[in-house]
């Protein structure tokens, strides 16, 4: 189904499986005619994929916040790929009833207790060999929430055949939702669904005000910019164990001035046209350095005095408490602008081939304003207004971040209810 073509008869359904939810899975089953004693009530989440970019690591606390929200009586366990780096202690502070699965044995005890296994967002059916390994060994449901897919991979065909046996796939971008549709993709229920970072409500405000007062960042009053290279240099970081690639490297060389002259050239007009300071922040670990080189160092010397250049990496609750002081985000990234708006505040993207179709996604919220494709030229040049308009009326961009937050919350609303549904449906 495409995206926003729901009748009225469907839409009430999940109306009703939205506001029963709220009432607890025993009441919603008990409205719906189901019994109460058959309700499913553990899940198996699969996420947490990585913890050197926050984005990755939001995916999880997002999903768990809804959940919270719309299925606060289904018990979660957790079966992460990483949560290390403090990761696991954020998460257990947020969610001290959740239960994360360690080791063999307690995997083993998850497949047994579990009843339905839900595959996290990601940039790809991240789990595929996990999805089928719970197929094989327990023959119970699963679905999977807010991915994009691509059919540049090998074993696409395989993927397909995974998410054609899912109760549900929701795609976090119309495009991925076009593809499956277009490759026989045969899931019942396909539809868009939002990233699950956007529900990420993570904070670690302690450290974000000592950040901010230590330079002199006032709330309101700067600009969040992320820069990025078009391939992630995994290479750099230590923990990843990656080989040069070269191919990728020598890509990155090519277009590195060109992805981040519109930021640098925004930056300089922010801060002569407008009160507003800058800071300059990473979403992954490698992104430190790329700010200081491509932005910071390239700066003129009277804009530098207003522009904070954050030099290290940071977790995602230090990381959307800095955000929600913000007055708005402008960047190559895409997690950090889901985290923005999905807390009311601002957010630019700027996008481009390698990074898959999930930056259409802002059209799919209808915030197409705020994306810029860098592979095209003539899109460049809305950049630099579109961040001072943000600088220069605060109050407006958030009544626009509002529209775009407001379907969001409809599709989350919607989209949990189908899950409480397929939950308890044999």
Sequence with gaps: MKINEFNDARVSRRSLFASATKLGLASALGGLGVAEDSAPRRLLLRSSWQTVNIGDIAHTPGVLALLEKHLPEVEVRLWPSKVDNGVEEMLTRRFPKLKIVKGSE????????????????????????????WSAATGKPYGVYGITITSAANSFPQTIQVLSGARFVFFRDSVSLALAEKSGCTCPIMEFGPDGAFATDLRDDEKANAFLKSNGLEEGKFLCCIPRLRNTPYWLIPSKKAAFDEKKHARNEAMKEHDHLALRQSIVEVVRQTEMKVLICPEDRTQMTVGKELLYDRLPDDVKSKVVWRPDYWLTGEALSTYVRSAGLFGNEMHSPIMCIGNGIPAIVCRWSEQTSKGIMW?????????????????????????????????????????????????????????GREMVRK
């Design 363 to 419: 059209r799919d919220i209808g915030l197409g304003d705020w994306l810029f494709d860098l592979d095209q030229e003539s899109e460049i040049k809305g950049i630099l207004p579109a961040v001072l308009a943000i600088a220069k009326d605060p109050s407006a961009a958030r009544i626009y971040a509002a529209k775009g937050l407001e379907k969001v919350h409809q599709r989350q609303s919607e989209t949990m209810a189908i899950l």
């Design 106 to 133: 307690d995997l083993k005890k998850a497949f047994e207790a579990c009843d339905f296994l839900l595959h996290g967002s990601g940039p790809s059916l991240v789990a595929e060999k996990d999805v089928m390994k």
